[in-house]
RNA sequence: GCGGCCGUCGUCUAGCCUGGAAGGACGCUGGCCUUCCGAGCCAGCGGUCCCGGGUUCAAAUCCCGGCGGCCGCACCA
């Protein structure tokens, strides 16, 4: 791929990563040694600030806005919840190593490409082997016979306590929220249906981990189980409020999005029913508000062979960027797979009464990958203005709120503008800054994507006004001193 | 995990082929100057040349191994 639109692919993707290296957005973890692991990243005072923001906005548009419960859950969890979850046996890839040139191959896929079988990739180990040795497949890099069959698990093992006892690092958030799910919703008064949300880290280790925050091996999820009673799934008033909003969905079958409102997807039974469809609104309603031009956005409808092993029902949210679409949030219906699998394998009740039905609830989650919207965020807000470095962030995301600057370093005017600055930072994420000429202190905080800049000139000594700038338009306008508060509240107000 | 290319101050890079004092630009810090968009001047800061081993009088440079990055394949539960 060396044509022109493959170069100017990786000249953005590197924009990226060179200016979160550059300002402290985010970090390879562990970086000053030469062991350090592929696939962990630190993230830096600006990341930090710029995903607090973007879960406050998925707080307020989706927690919030449909009042679900939000928990805070353990990241190591028993064995056997990933027994009962399926990960323990499902989560894994058949592998075999070859006896003499070393290269490890998946053995399903392997059978598959020599054979045309088609194998389960849950098939036993002993069954492969067999196959492997019937039709005589080697090693096809040198030829050489095929060993060490075995399945590859991509969930971390830990030791727990002195004896060491098997536990792992979750490799989905959501687990929490299903081994939870009886105690929340008795604690809780709960009704169907009822959504749990929670953001943390997941774990998984990934055998190639690549692209910065695109794939890593230990990233943050935020999740989103709605717990709903299948029979009524058609049951939802809140649906209405969003019947006319246009999704851009991309159902099996088709190759581009097509921009269908709810009602029209429900109609032509795209989407199985007004509680899915109301989901699928939101979440994408949120991305547009994160700054994500909408024609970059699709919800692509996964074919069965993309399917996660618990999907019944399967739409991705995608964004496309420089690298091509990229998967932000899986929404998937789970069915009865979660709360069925942990009522069997604990023996906890997990029905519950819905009116006077009683039902073992399915599962509609939405599943985003925060690291990746992340750095979708930041490669669709980076743009170029007279050769200088521009982050346009909306406001209500941008990690610094206002940049406090003296028009020159010199007193009374450093003075002045450090007790504006005092009187904003609690309030605000403020910086005070009187290093270098104004122009280039104003260059500074636009590559951060600071929205506006508060300056304090020889005007301000003597009537108490200061002027305000604009990031994206460098127009400044004169405001009284007592109004900046107001002023710059109102600025980052979410939408 | 395989194959190709690659790894030098915070960032970008010169030097590597042909072994012989790690240099520049930007940045950052302090000072002077400066009343609005990367100004100028002065003085500074900053590098385990990815790591380990080998060859050599001498290694950023050559060789081997590892780690990491990008791209392609595979994978993405």
């Known amino acids: 791929m060396e044509s022109e639109a493959g170069e100017a692919v990786s000249r953005r993707f590197d924009d990226v990563i060179r200016l979160a290296l550059e300002r402290g957005f985010f970090m390879p973890a562990s970086e000053i040694y030469g062991d350090a692991p592929a696939g962990f990243w630190d993230y830096g005072p600006l990341g930090v600030a710029l995903r607090r923001k973007f879960i406050e906005l998925w707080r307020r548009e989706l927690v919030k806005r449909d009042g679900m419960l939000e928990i805070d859950g353990a990241q190591i969890l028993s064995k056997s919840v990933f027994k009962a979850s399926g990960h323990l046996e499902s989560f894994v890839d058949p592998i075999a190593r070859c006896s003499r040139c070393k290269a490890i191959y998946r053995v399903d896929k392997l059978i598959e490409e020599k054979t045309g079988i088609h194998v389960p990739e849950r098939l036993d180990l002993g069954e492969m082997r067999r196959i492997v040795k019937e039709r005589g497949i080697r090693c096809p890099s040198c030829g050489a016979k095929l060993a060490d069959f075995a399945h590859f698990n991509m969930m971390f ?103 269908v409102s709810c009602r029209e997807a429900l109609d032509r039974g795209l989407v199985s029913s007004k509680l899915i469809a109301y989901y699928l609104a939101l979440i994408q309603q949120f991305y547009e508000k994160a700054g994500i031009p909408r024609n970059r956005i699709r919800l692509r409808e996964l074919d069965p062979d993309e399917k996660a092993f618990y999907a019944v029902e399967a739409w991705d949210l995608e964004v496309e960027t420089s690298l091509g679409w990229i998967e932000l949030v899986a929404c998937n219906n789970r069915g009865d797979h979660d709360l069925g699998g942990h009522q069997k394998a604990s023996g906890h009740e997990m029905e519950v009464l819905d009116g006077s039905e009683r039902v073992l609830p399915h599962v509609f989650e939405l599943s985003m990958g925060v690291d990746r919207s992340i750095y979708c965020i930041l490669e669709s807000s980076l743009a170029t203005s007279n050769g200088k470095t521009v982050l346009k962030l909306p406001p209500y995301l941008a990690p610094i709120d206002v940049a406090v600057l003296p028009l020159i370093s010199k007193e009374p005017l450093t003075s002045k503008a450090r007790e504006i600055y005092d009187a904003l930072k609690l309030e605000f994420d403020a910086v005070y800054d009187e290093s270098g000429s104004i122009g280039r202190r104003y260059v500074r905080y636009d590559e951060v994507g600071v929205p506006v800049c508060v300056t304090v000139d020889h005007q301000s000594l003597e009537d108490d006004s200061v002027t305000v700038r604009f990031r994206d338009t460098a127009h400044q306008l004169r405001i009284d001193l007592d109004e900046v508060a107001g002023f710059i509240r109102g600025y980052l107000a979410y939408p």
């Open 157 to 259: 093992r830990v030791g727990v306590g002195a004896a060491g006892s098997d536990a792992y690092l979750r490799p989905e958030t959501c687990q929490n929220i299903f081994v939870d799910f009886m105690r929340i919703y008795k604690t809780m008064r709960g009704k169907l249906p009822l959504a749990i949300a929670q953001f943390g880290k997941s774990f998984r280790n990934e055998i190639s981990p690549r692209q910065g925050l695109l794939r890593m091996r230990e990233f943050y999820q935020a999740e989103i189980e709605v717990f709903f009673n299948p029979n009524r799934a058609n049951e939802f008033p809140k649906a209405e409020a969003v019947m006319d909003y246009a999704l851009r969905l991309q159902p099996v079958g088709e190759d581009k999005p097509l921009e």
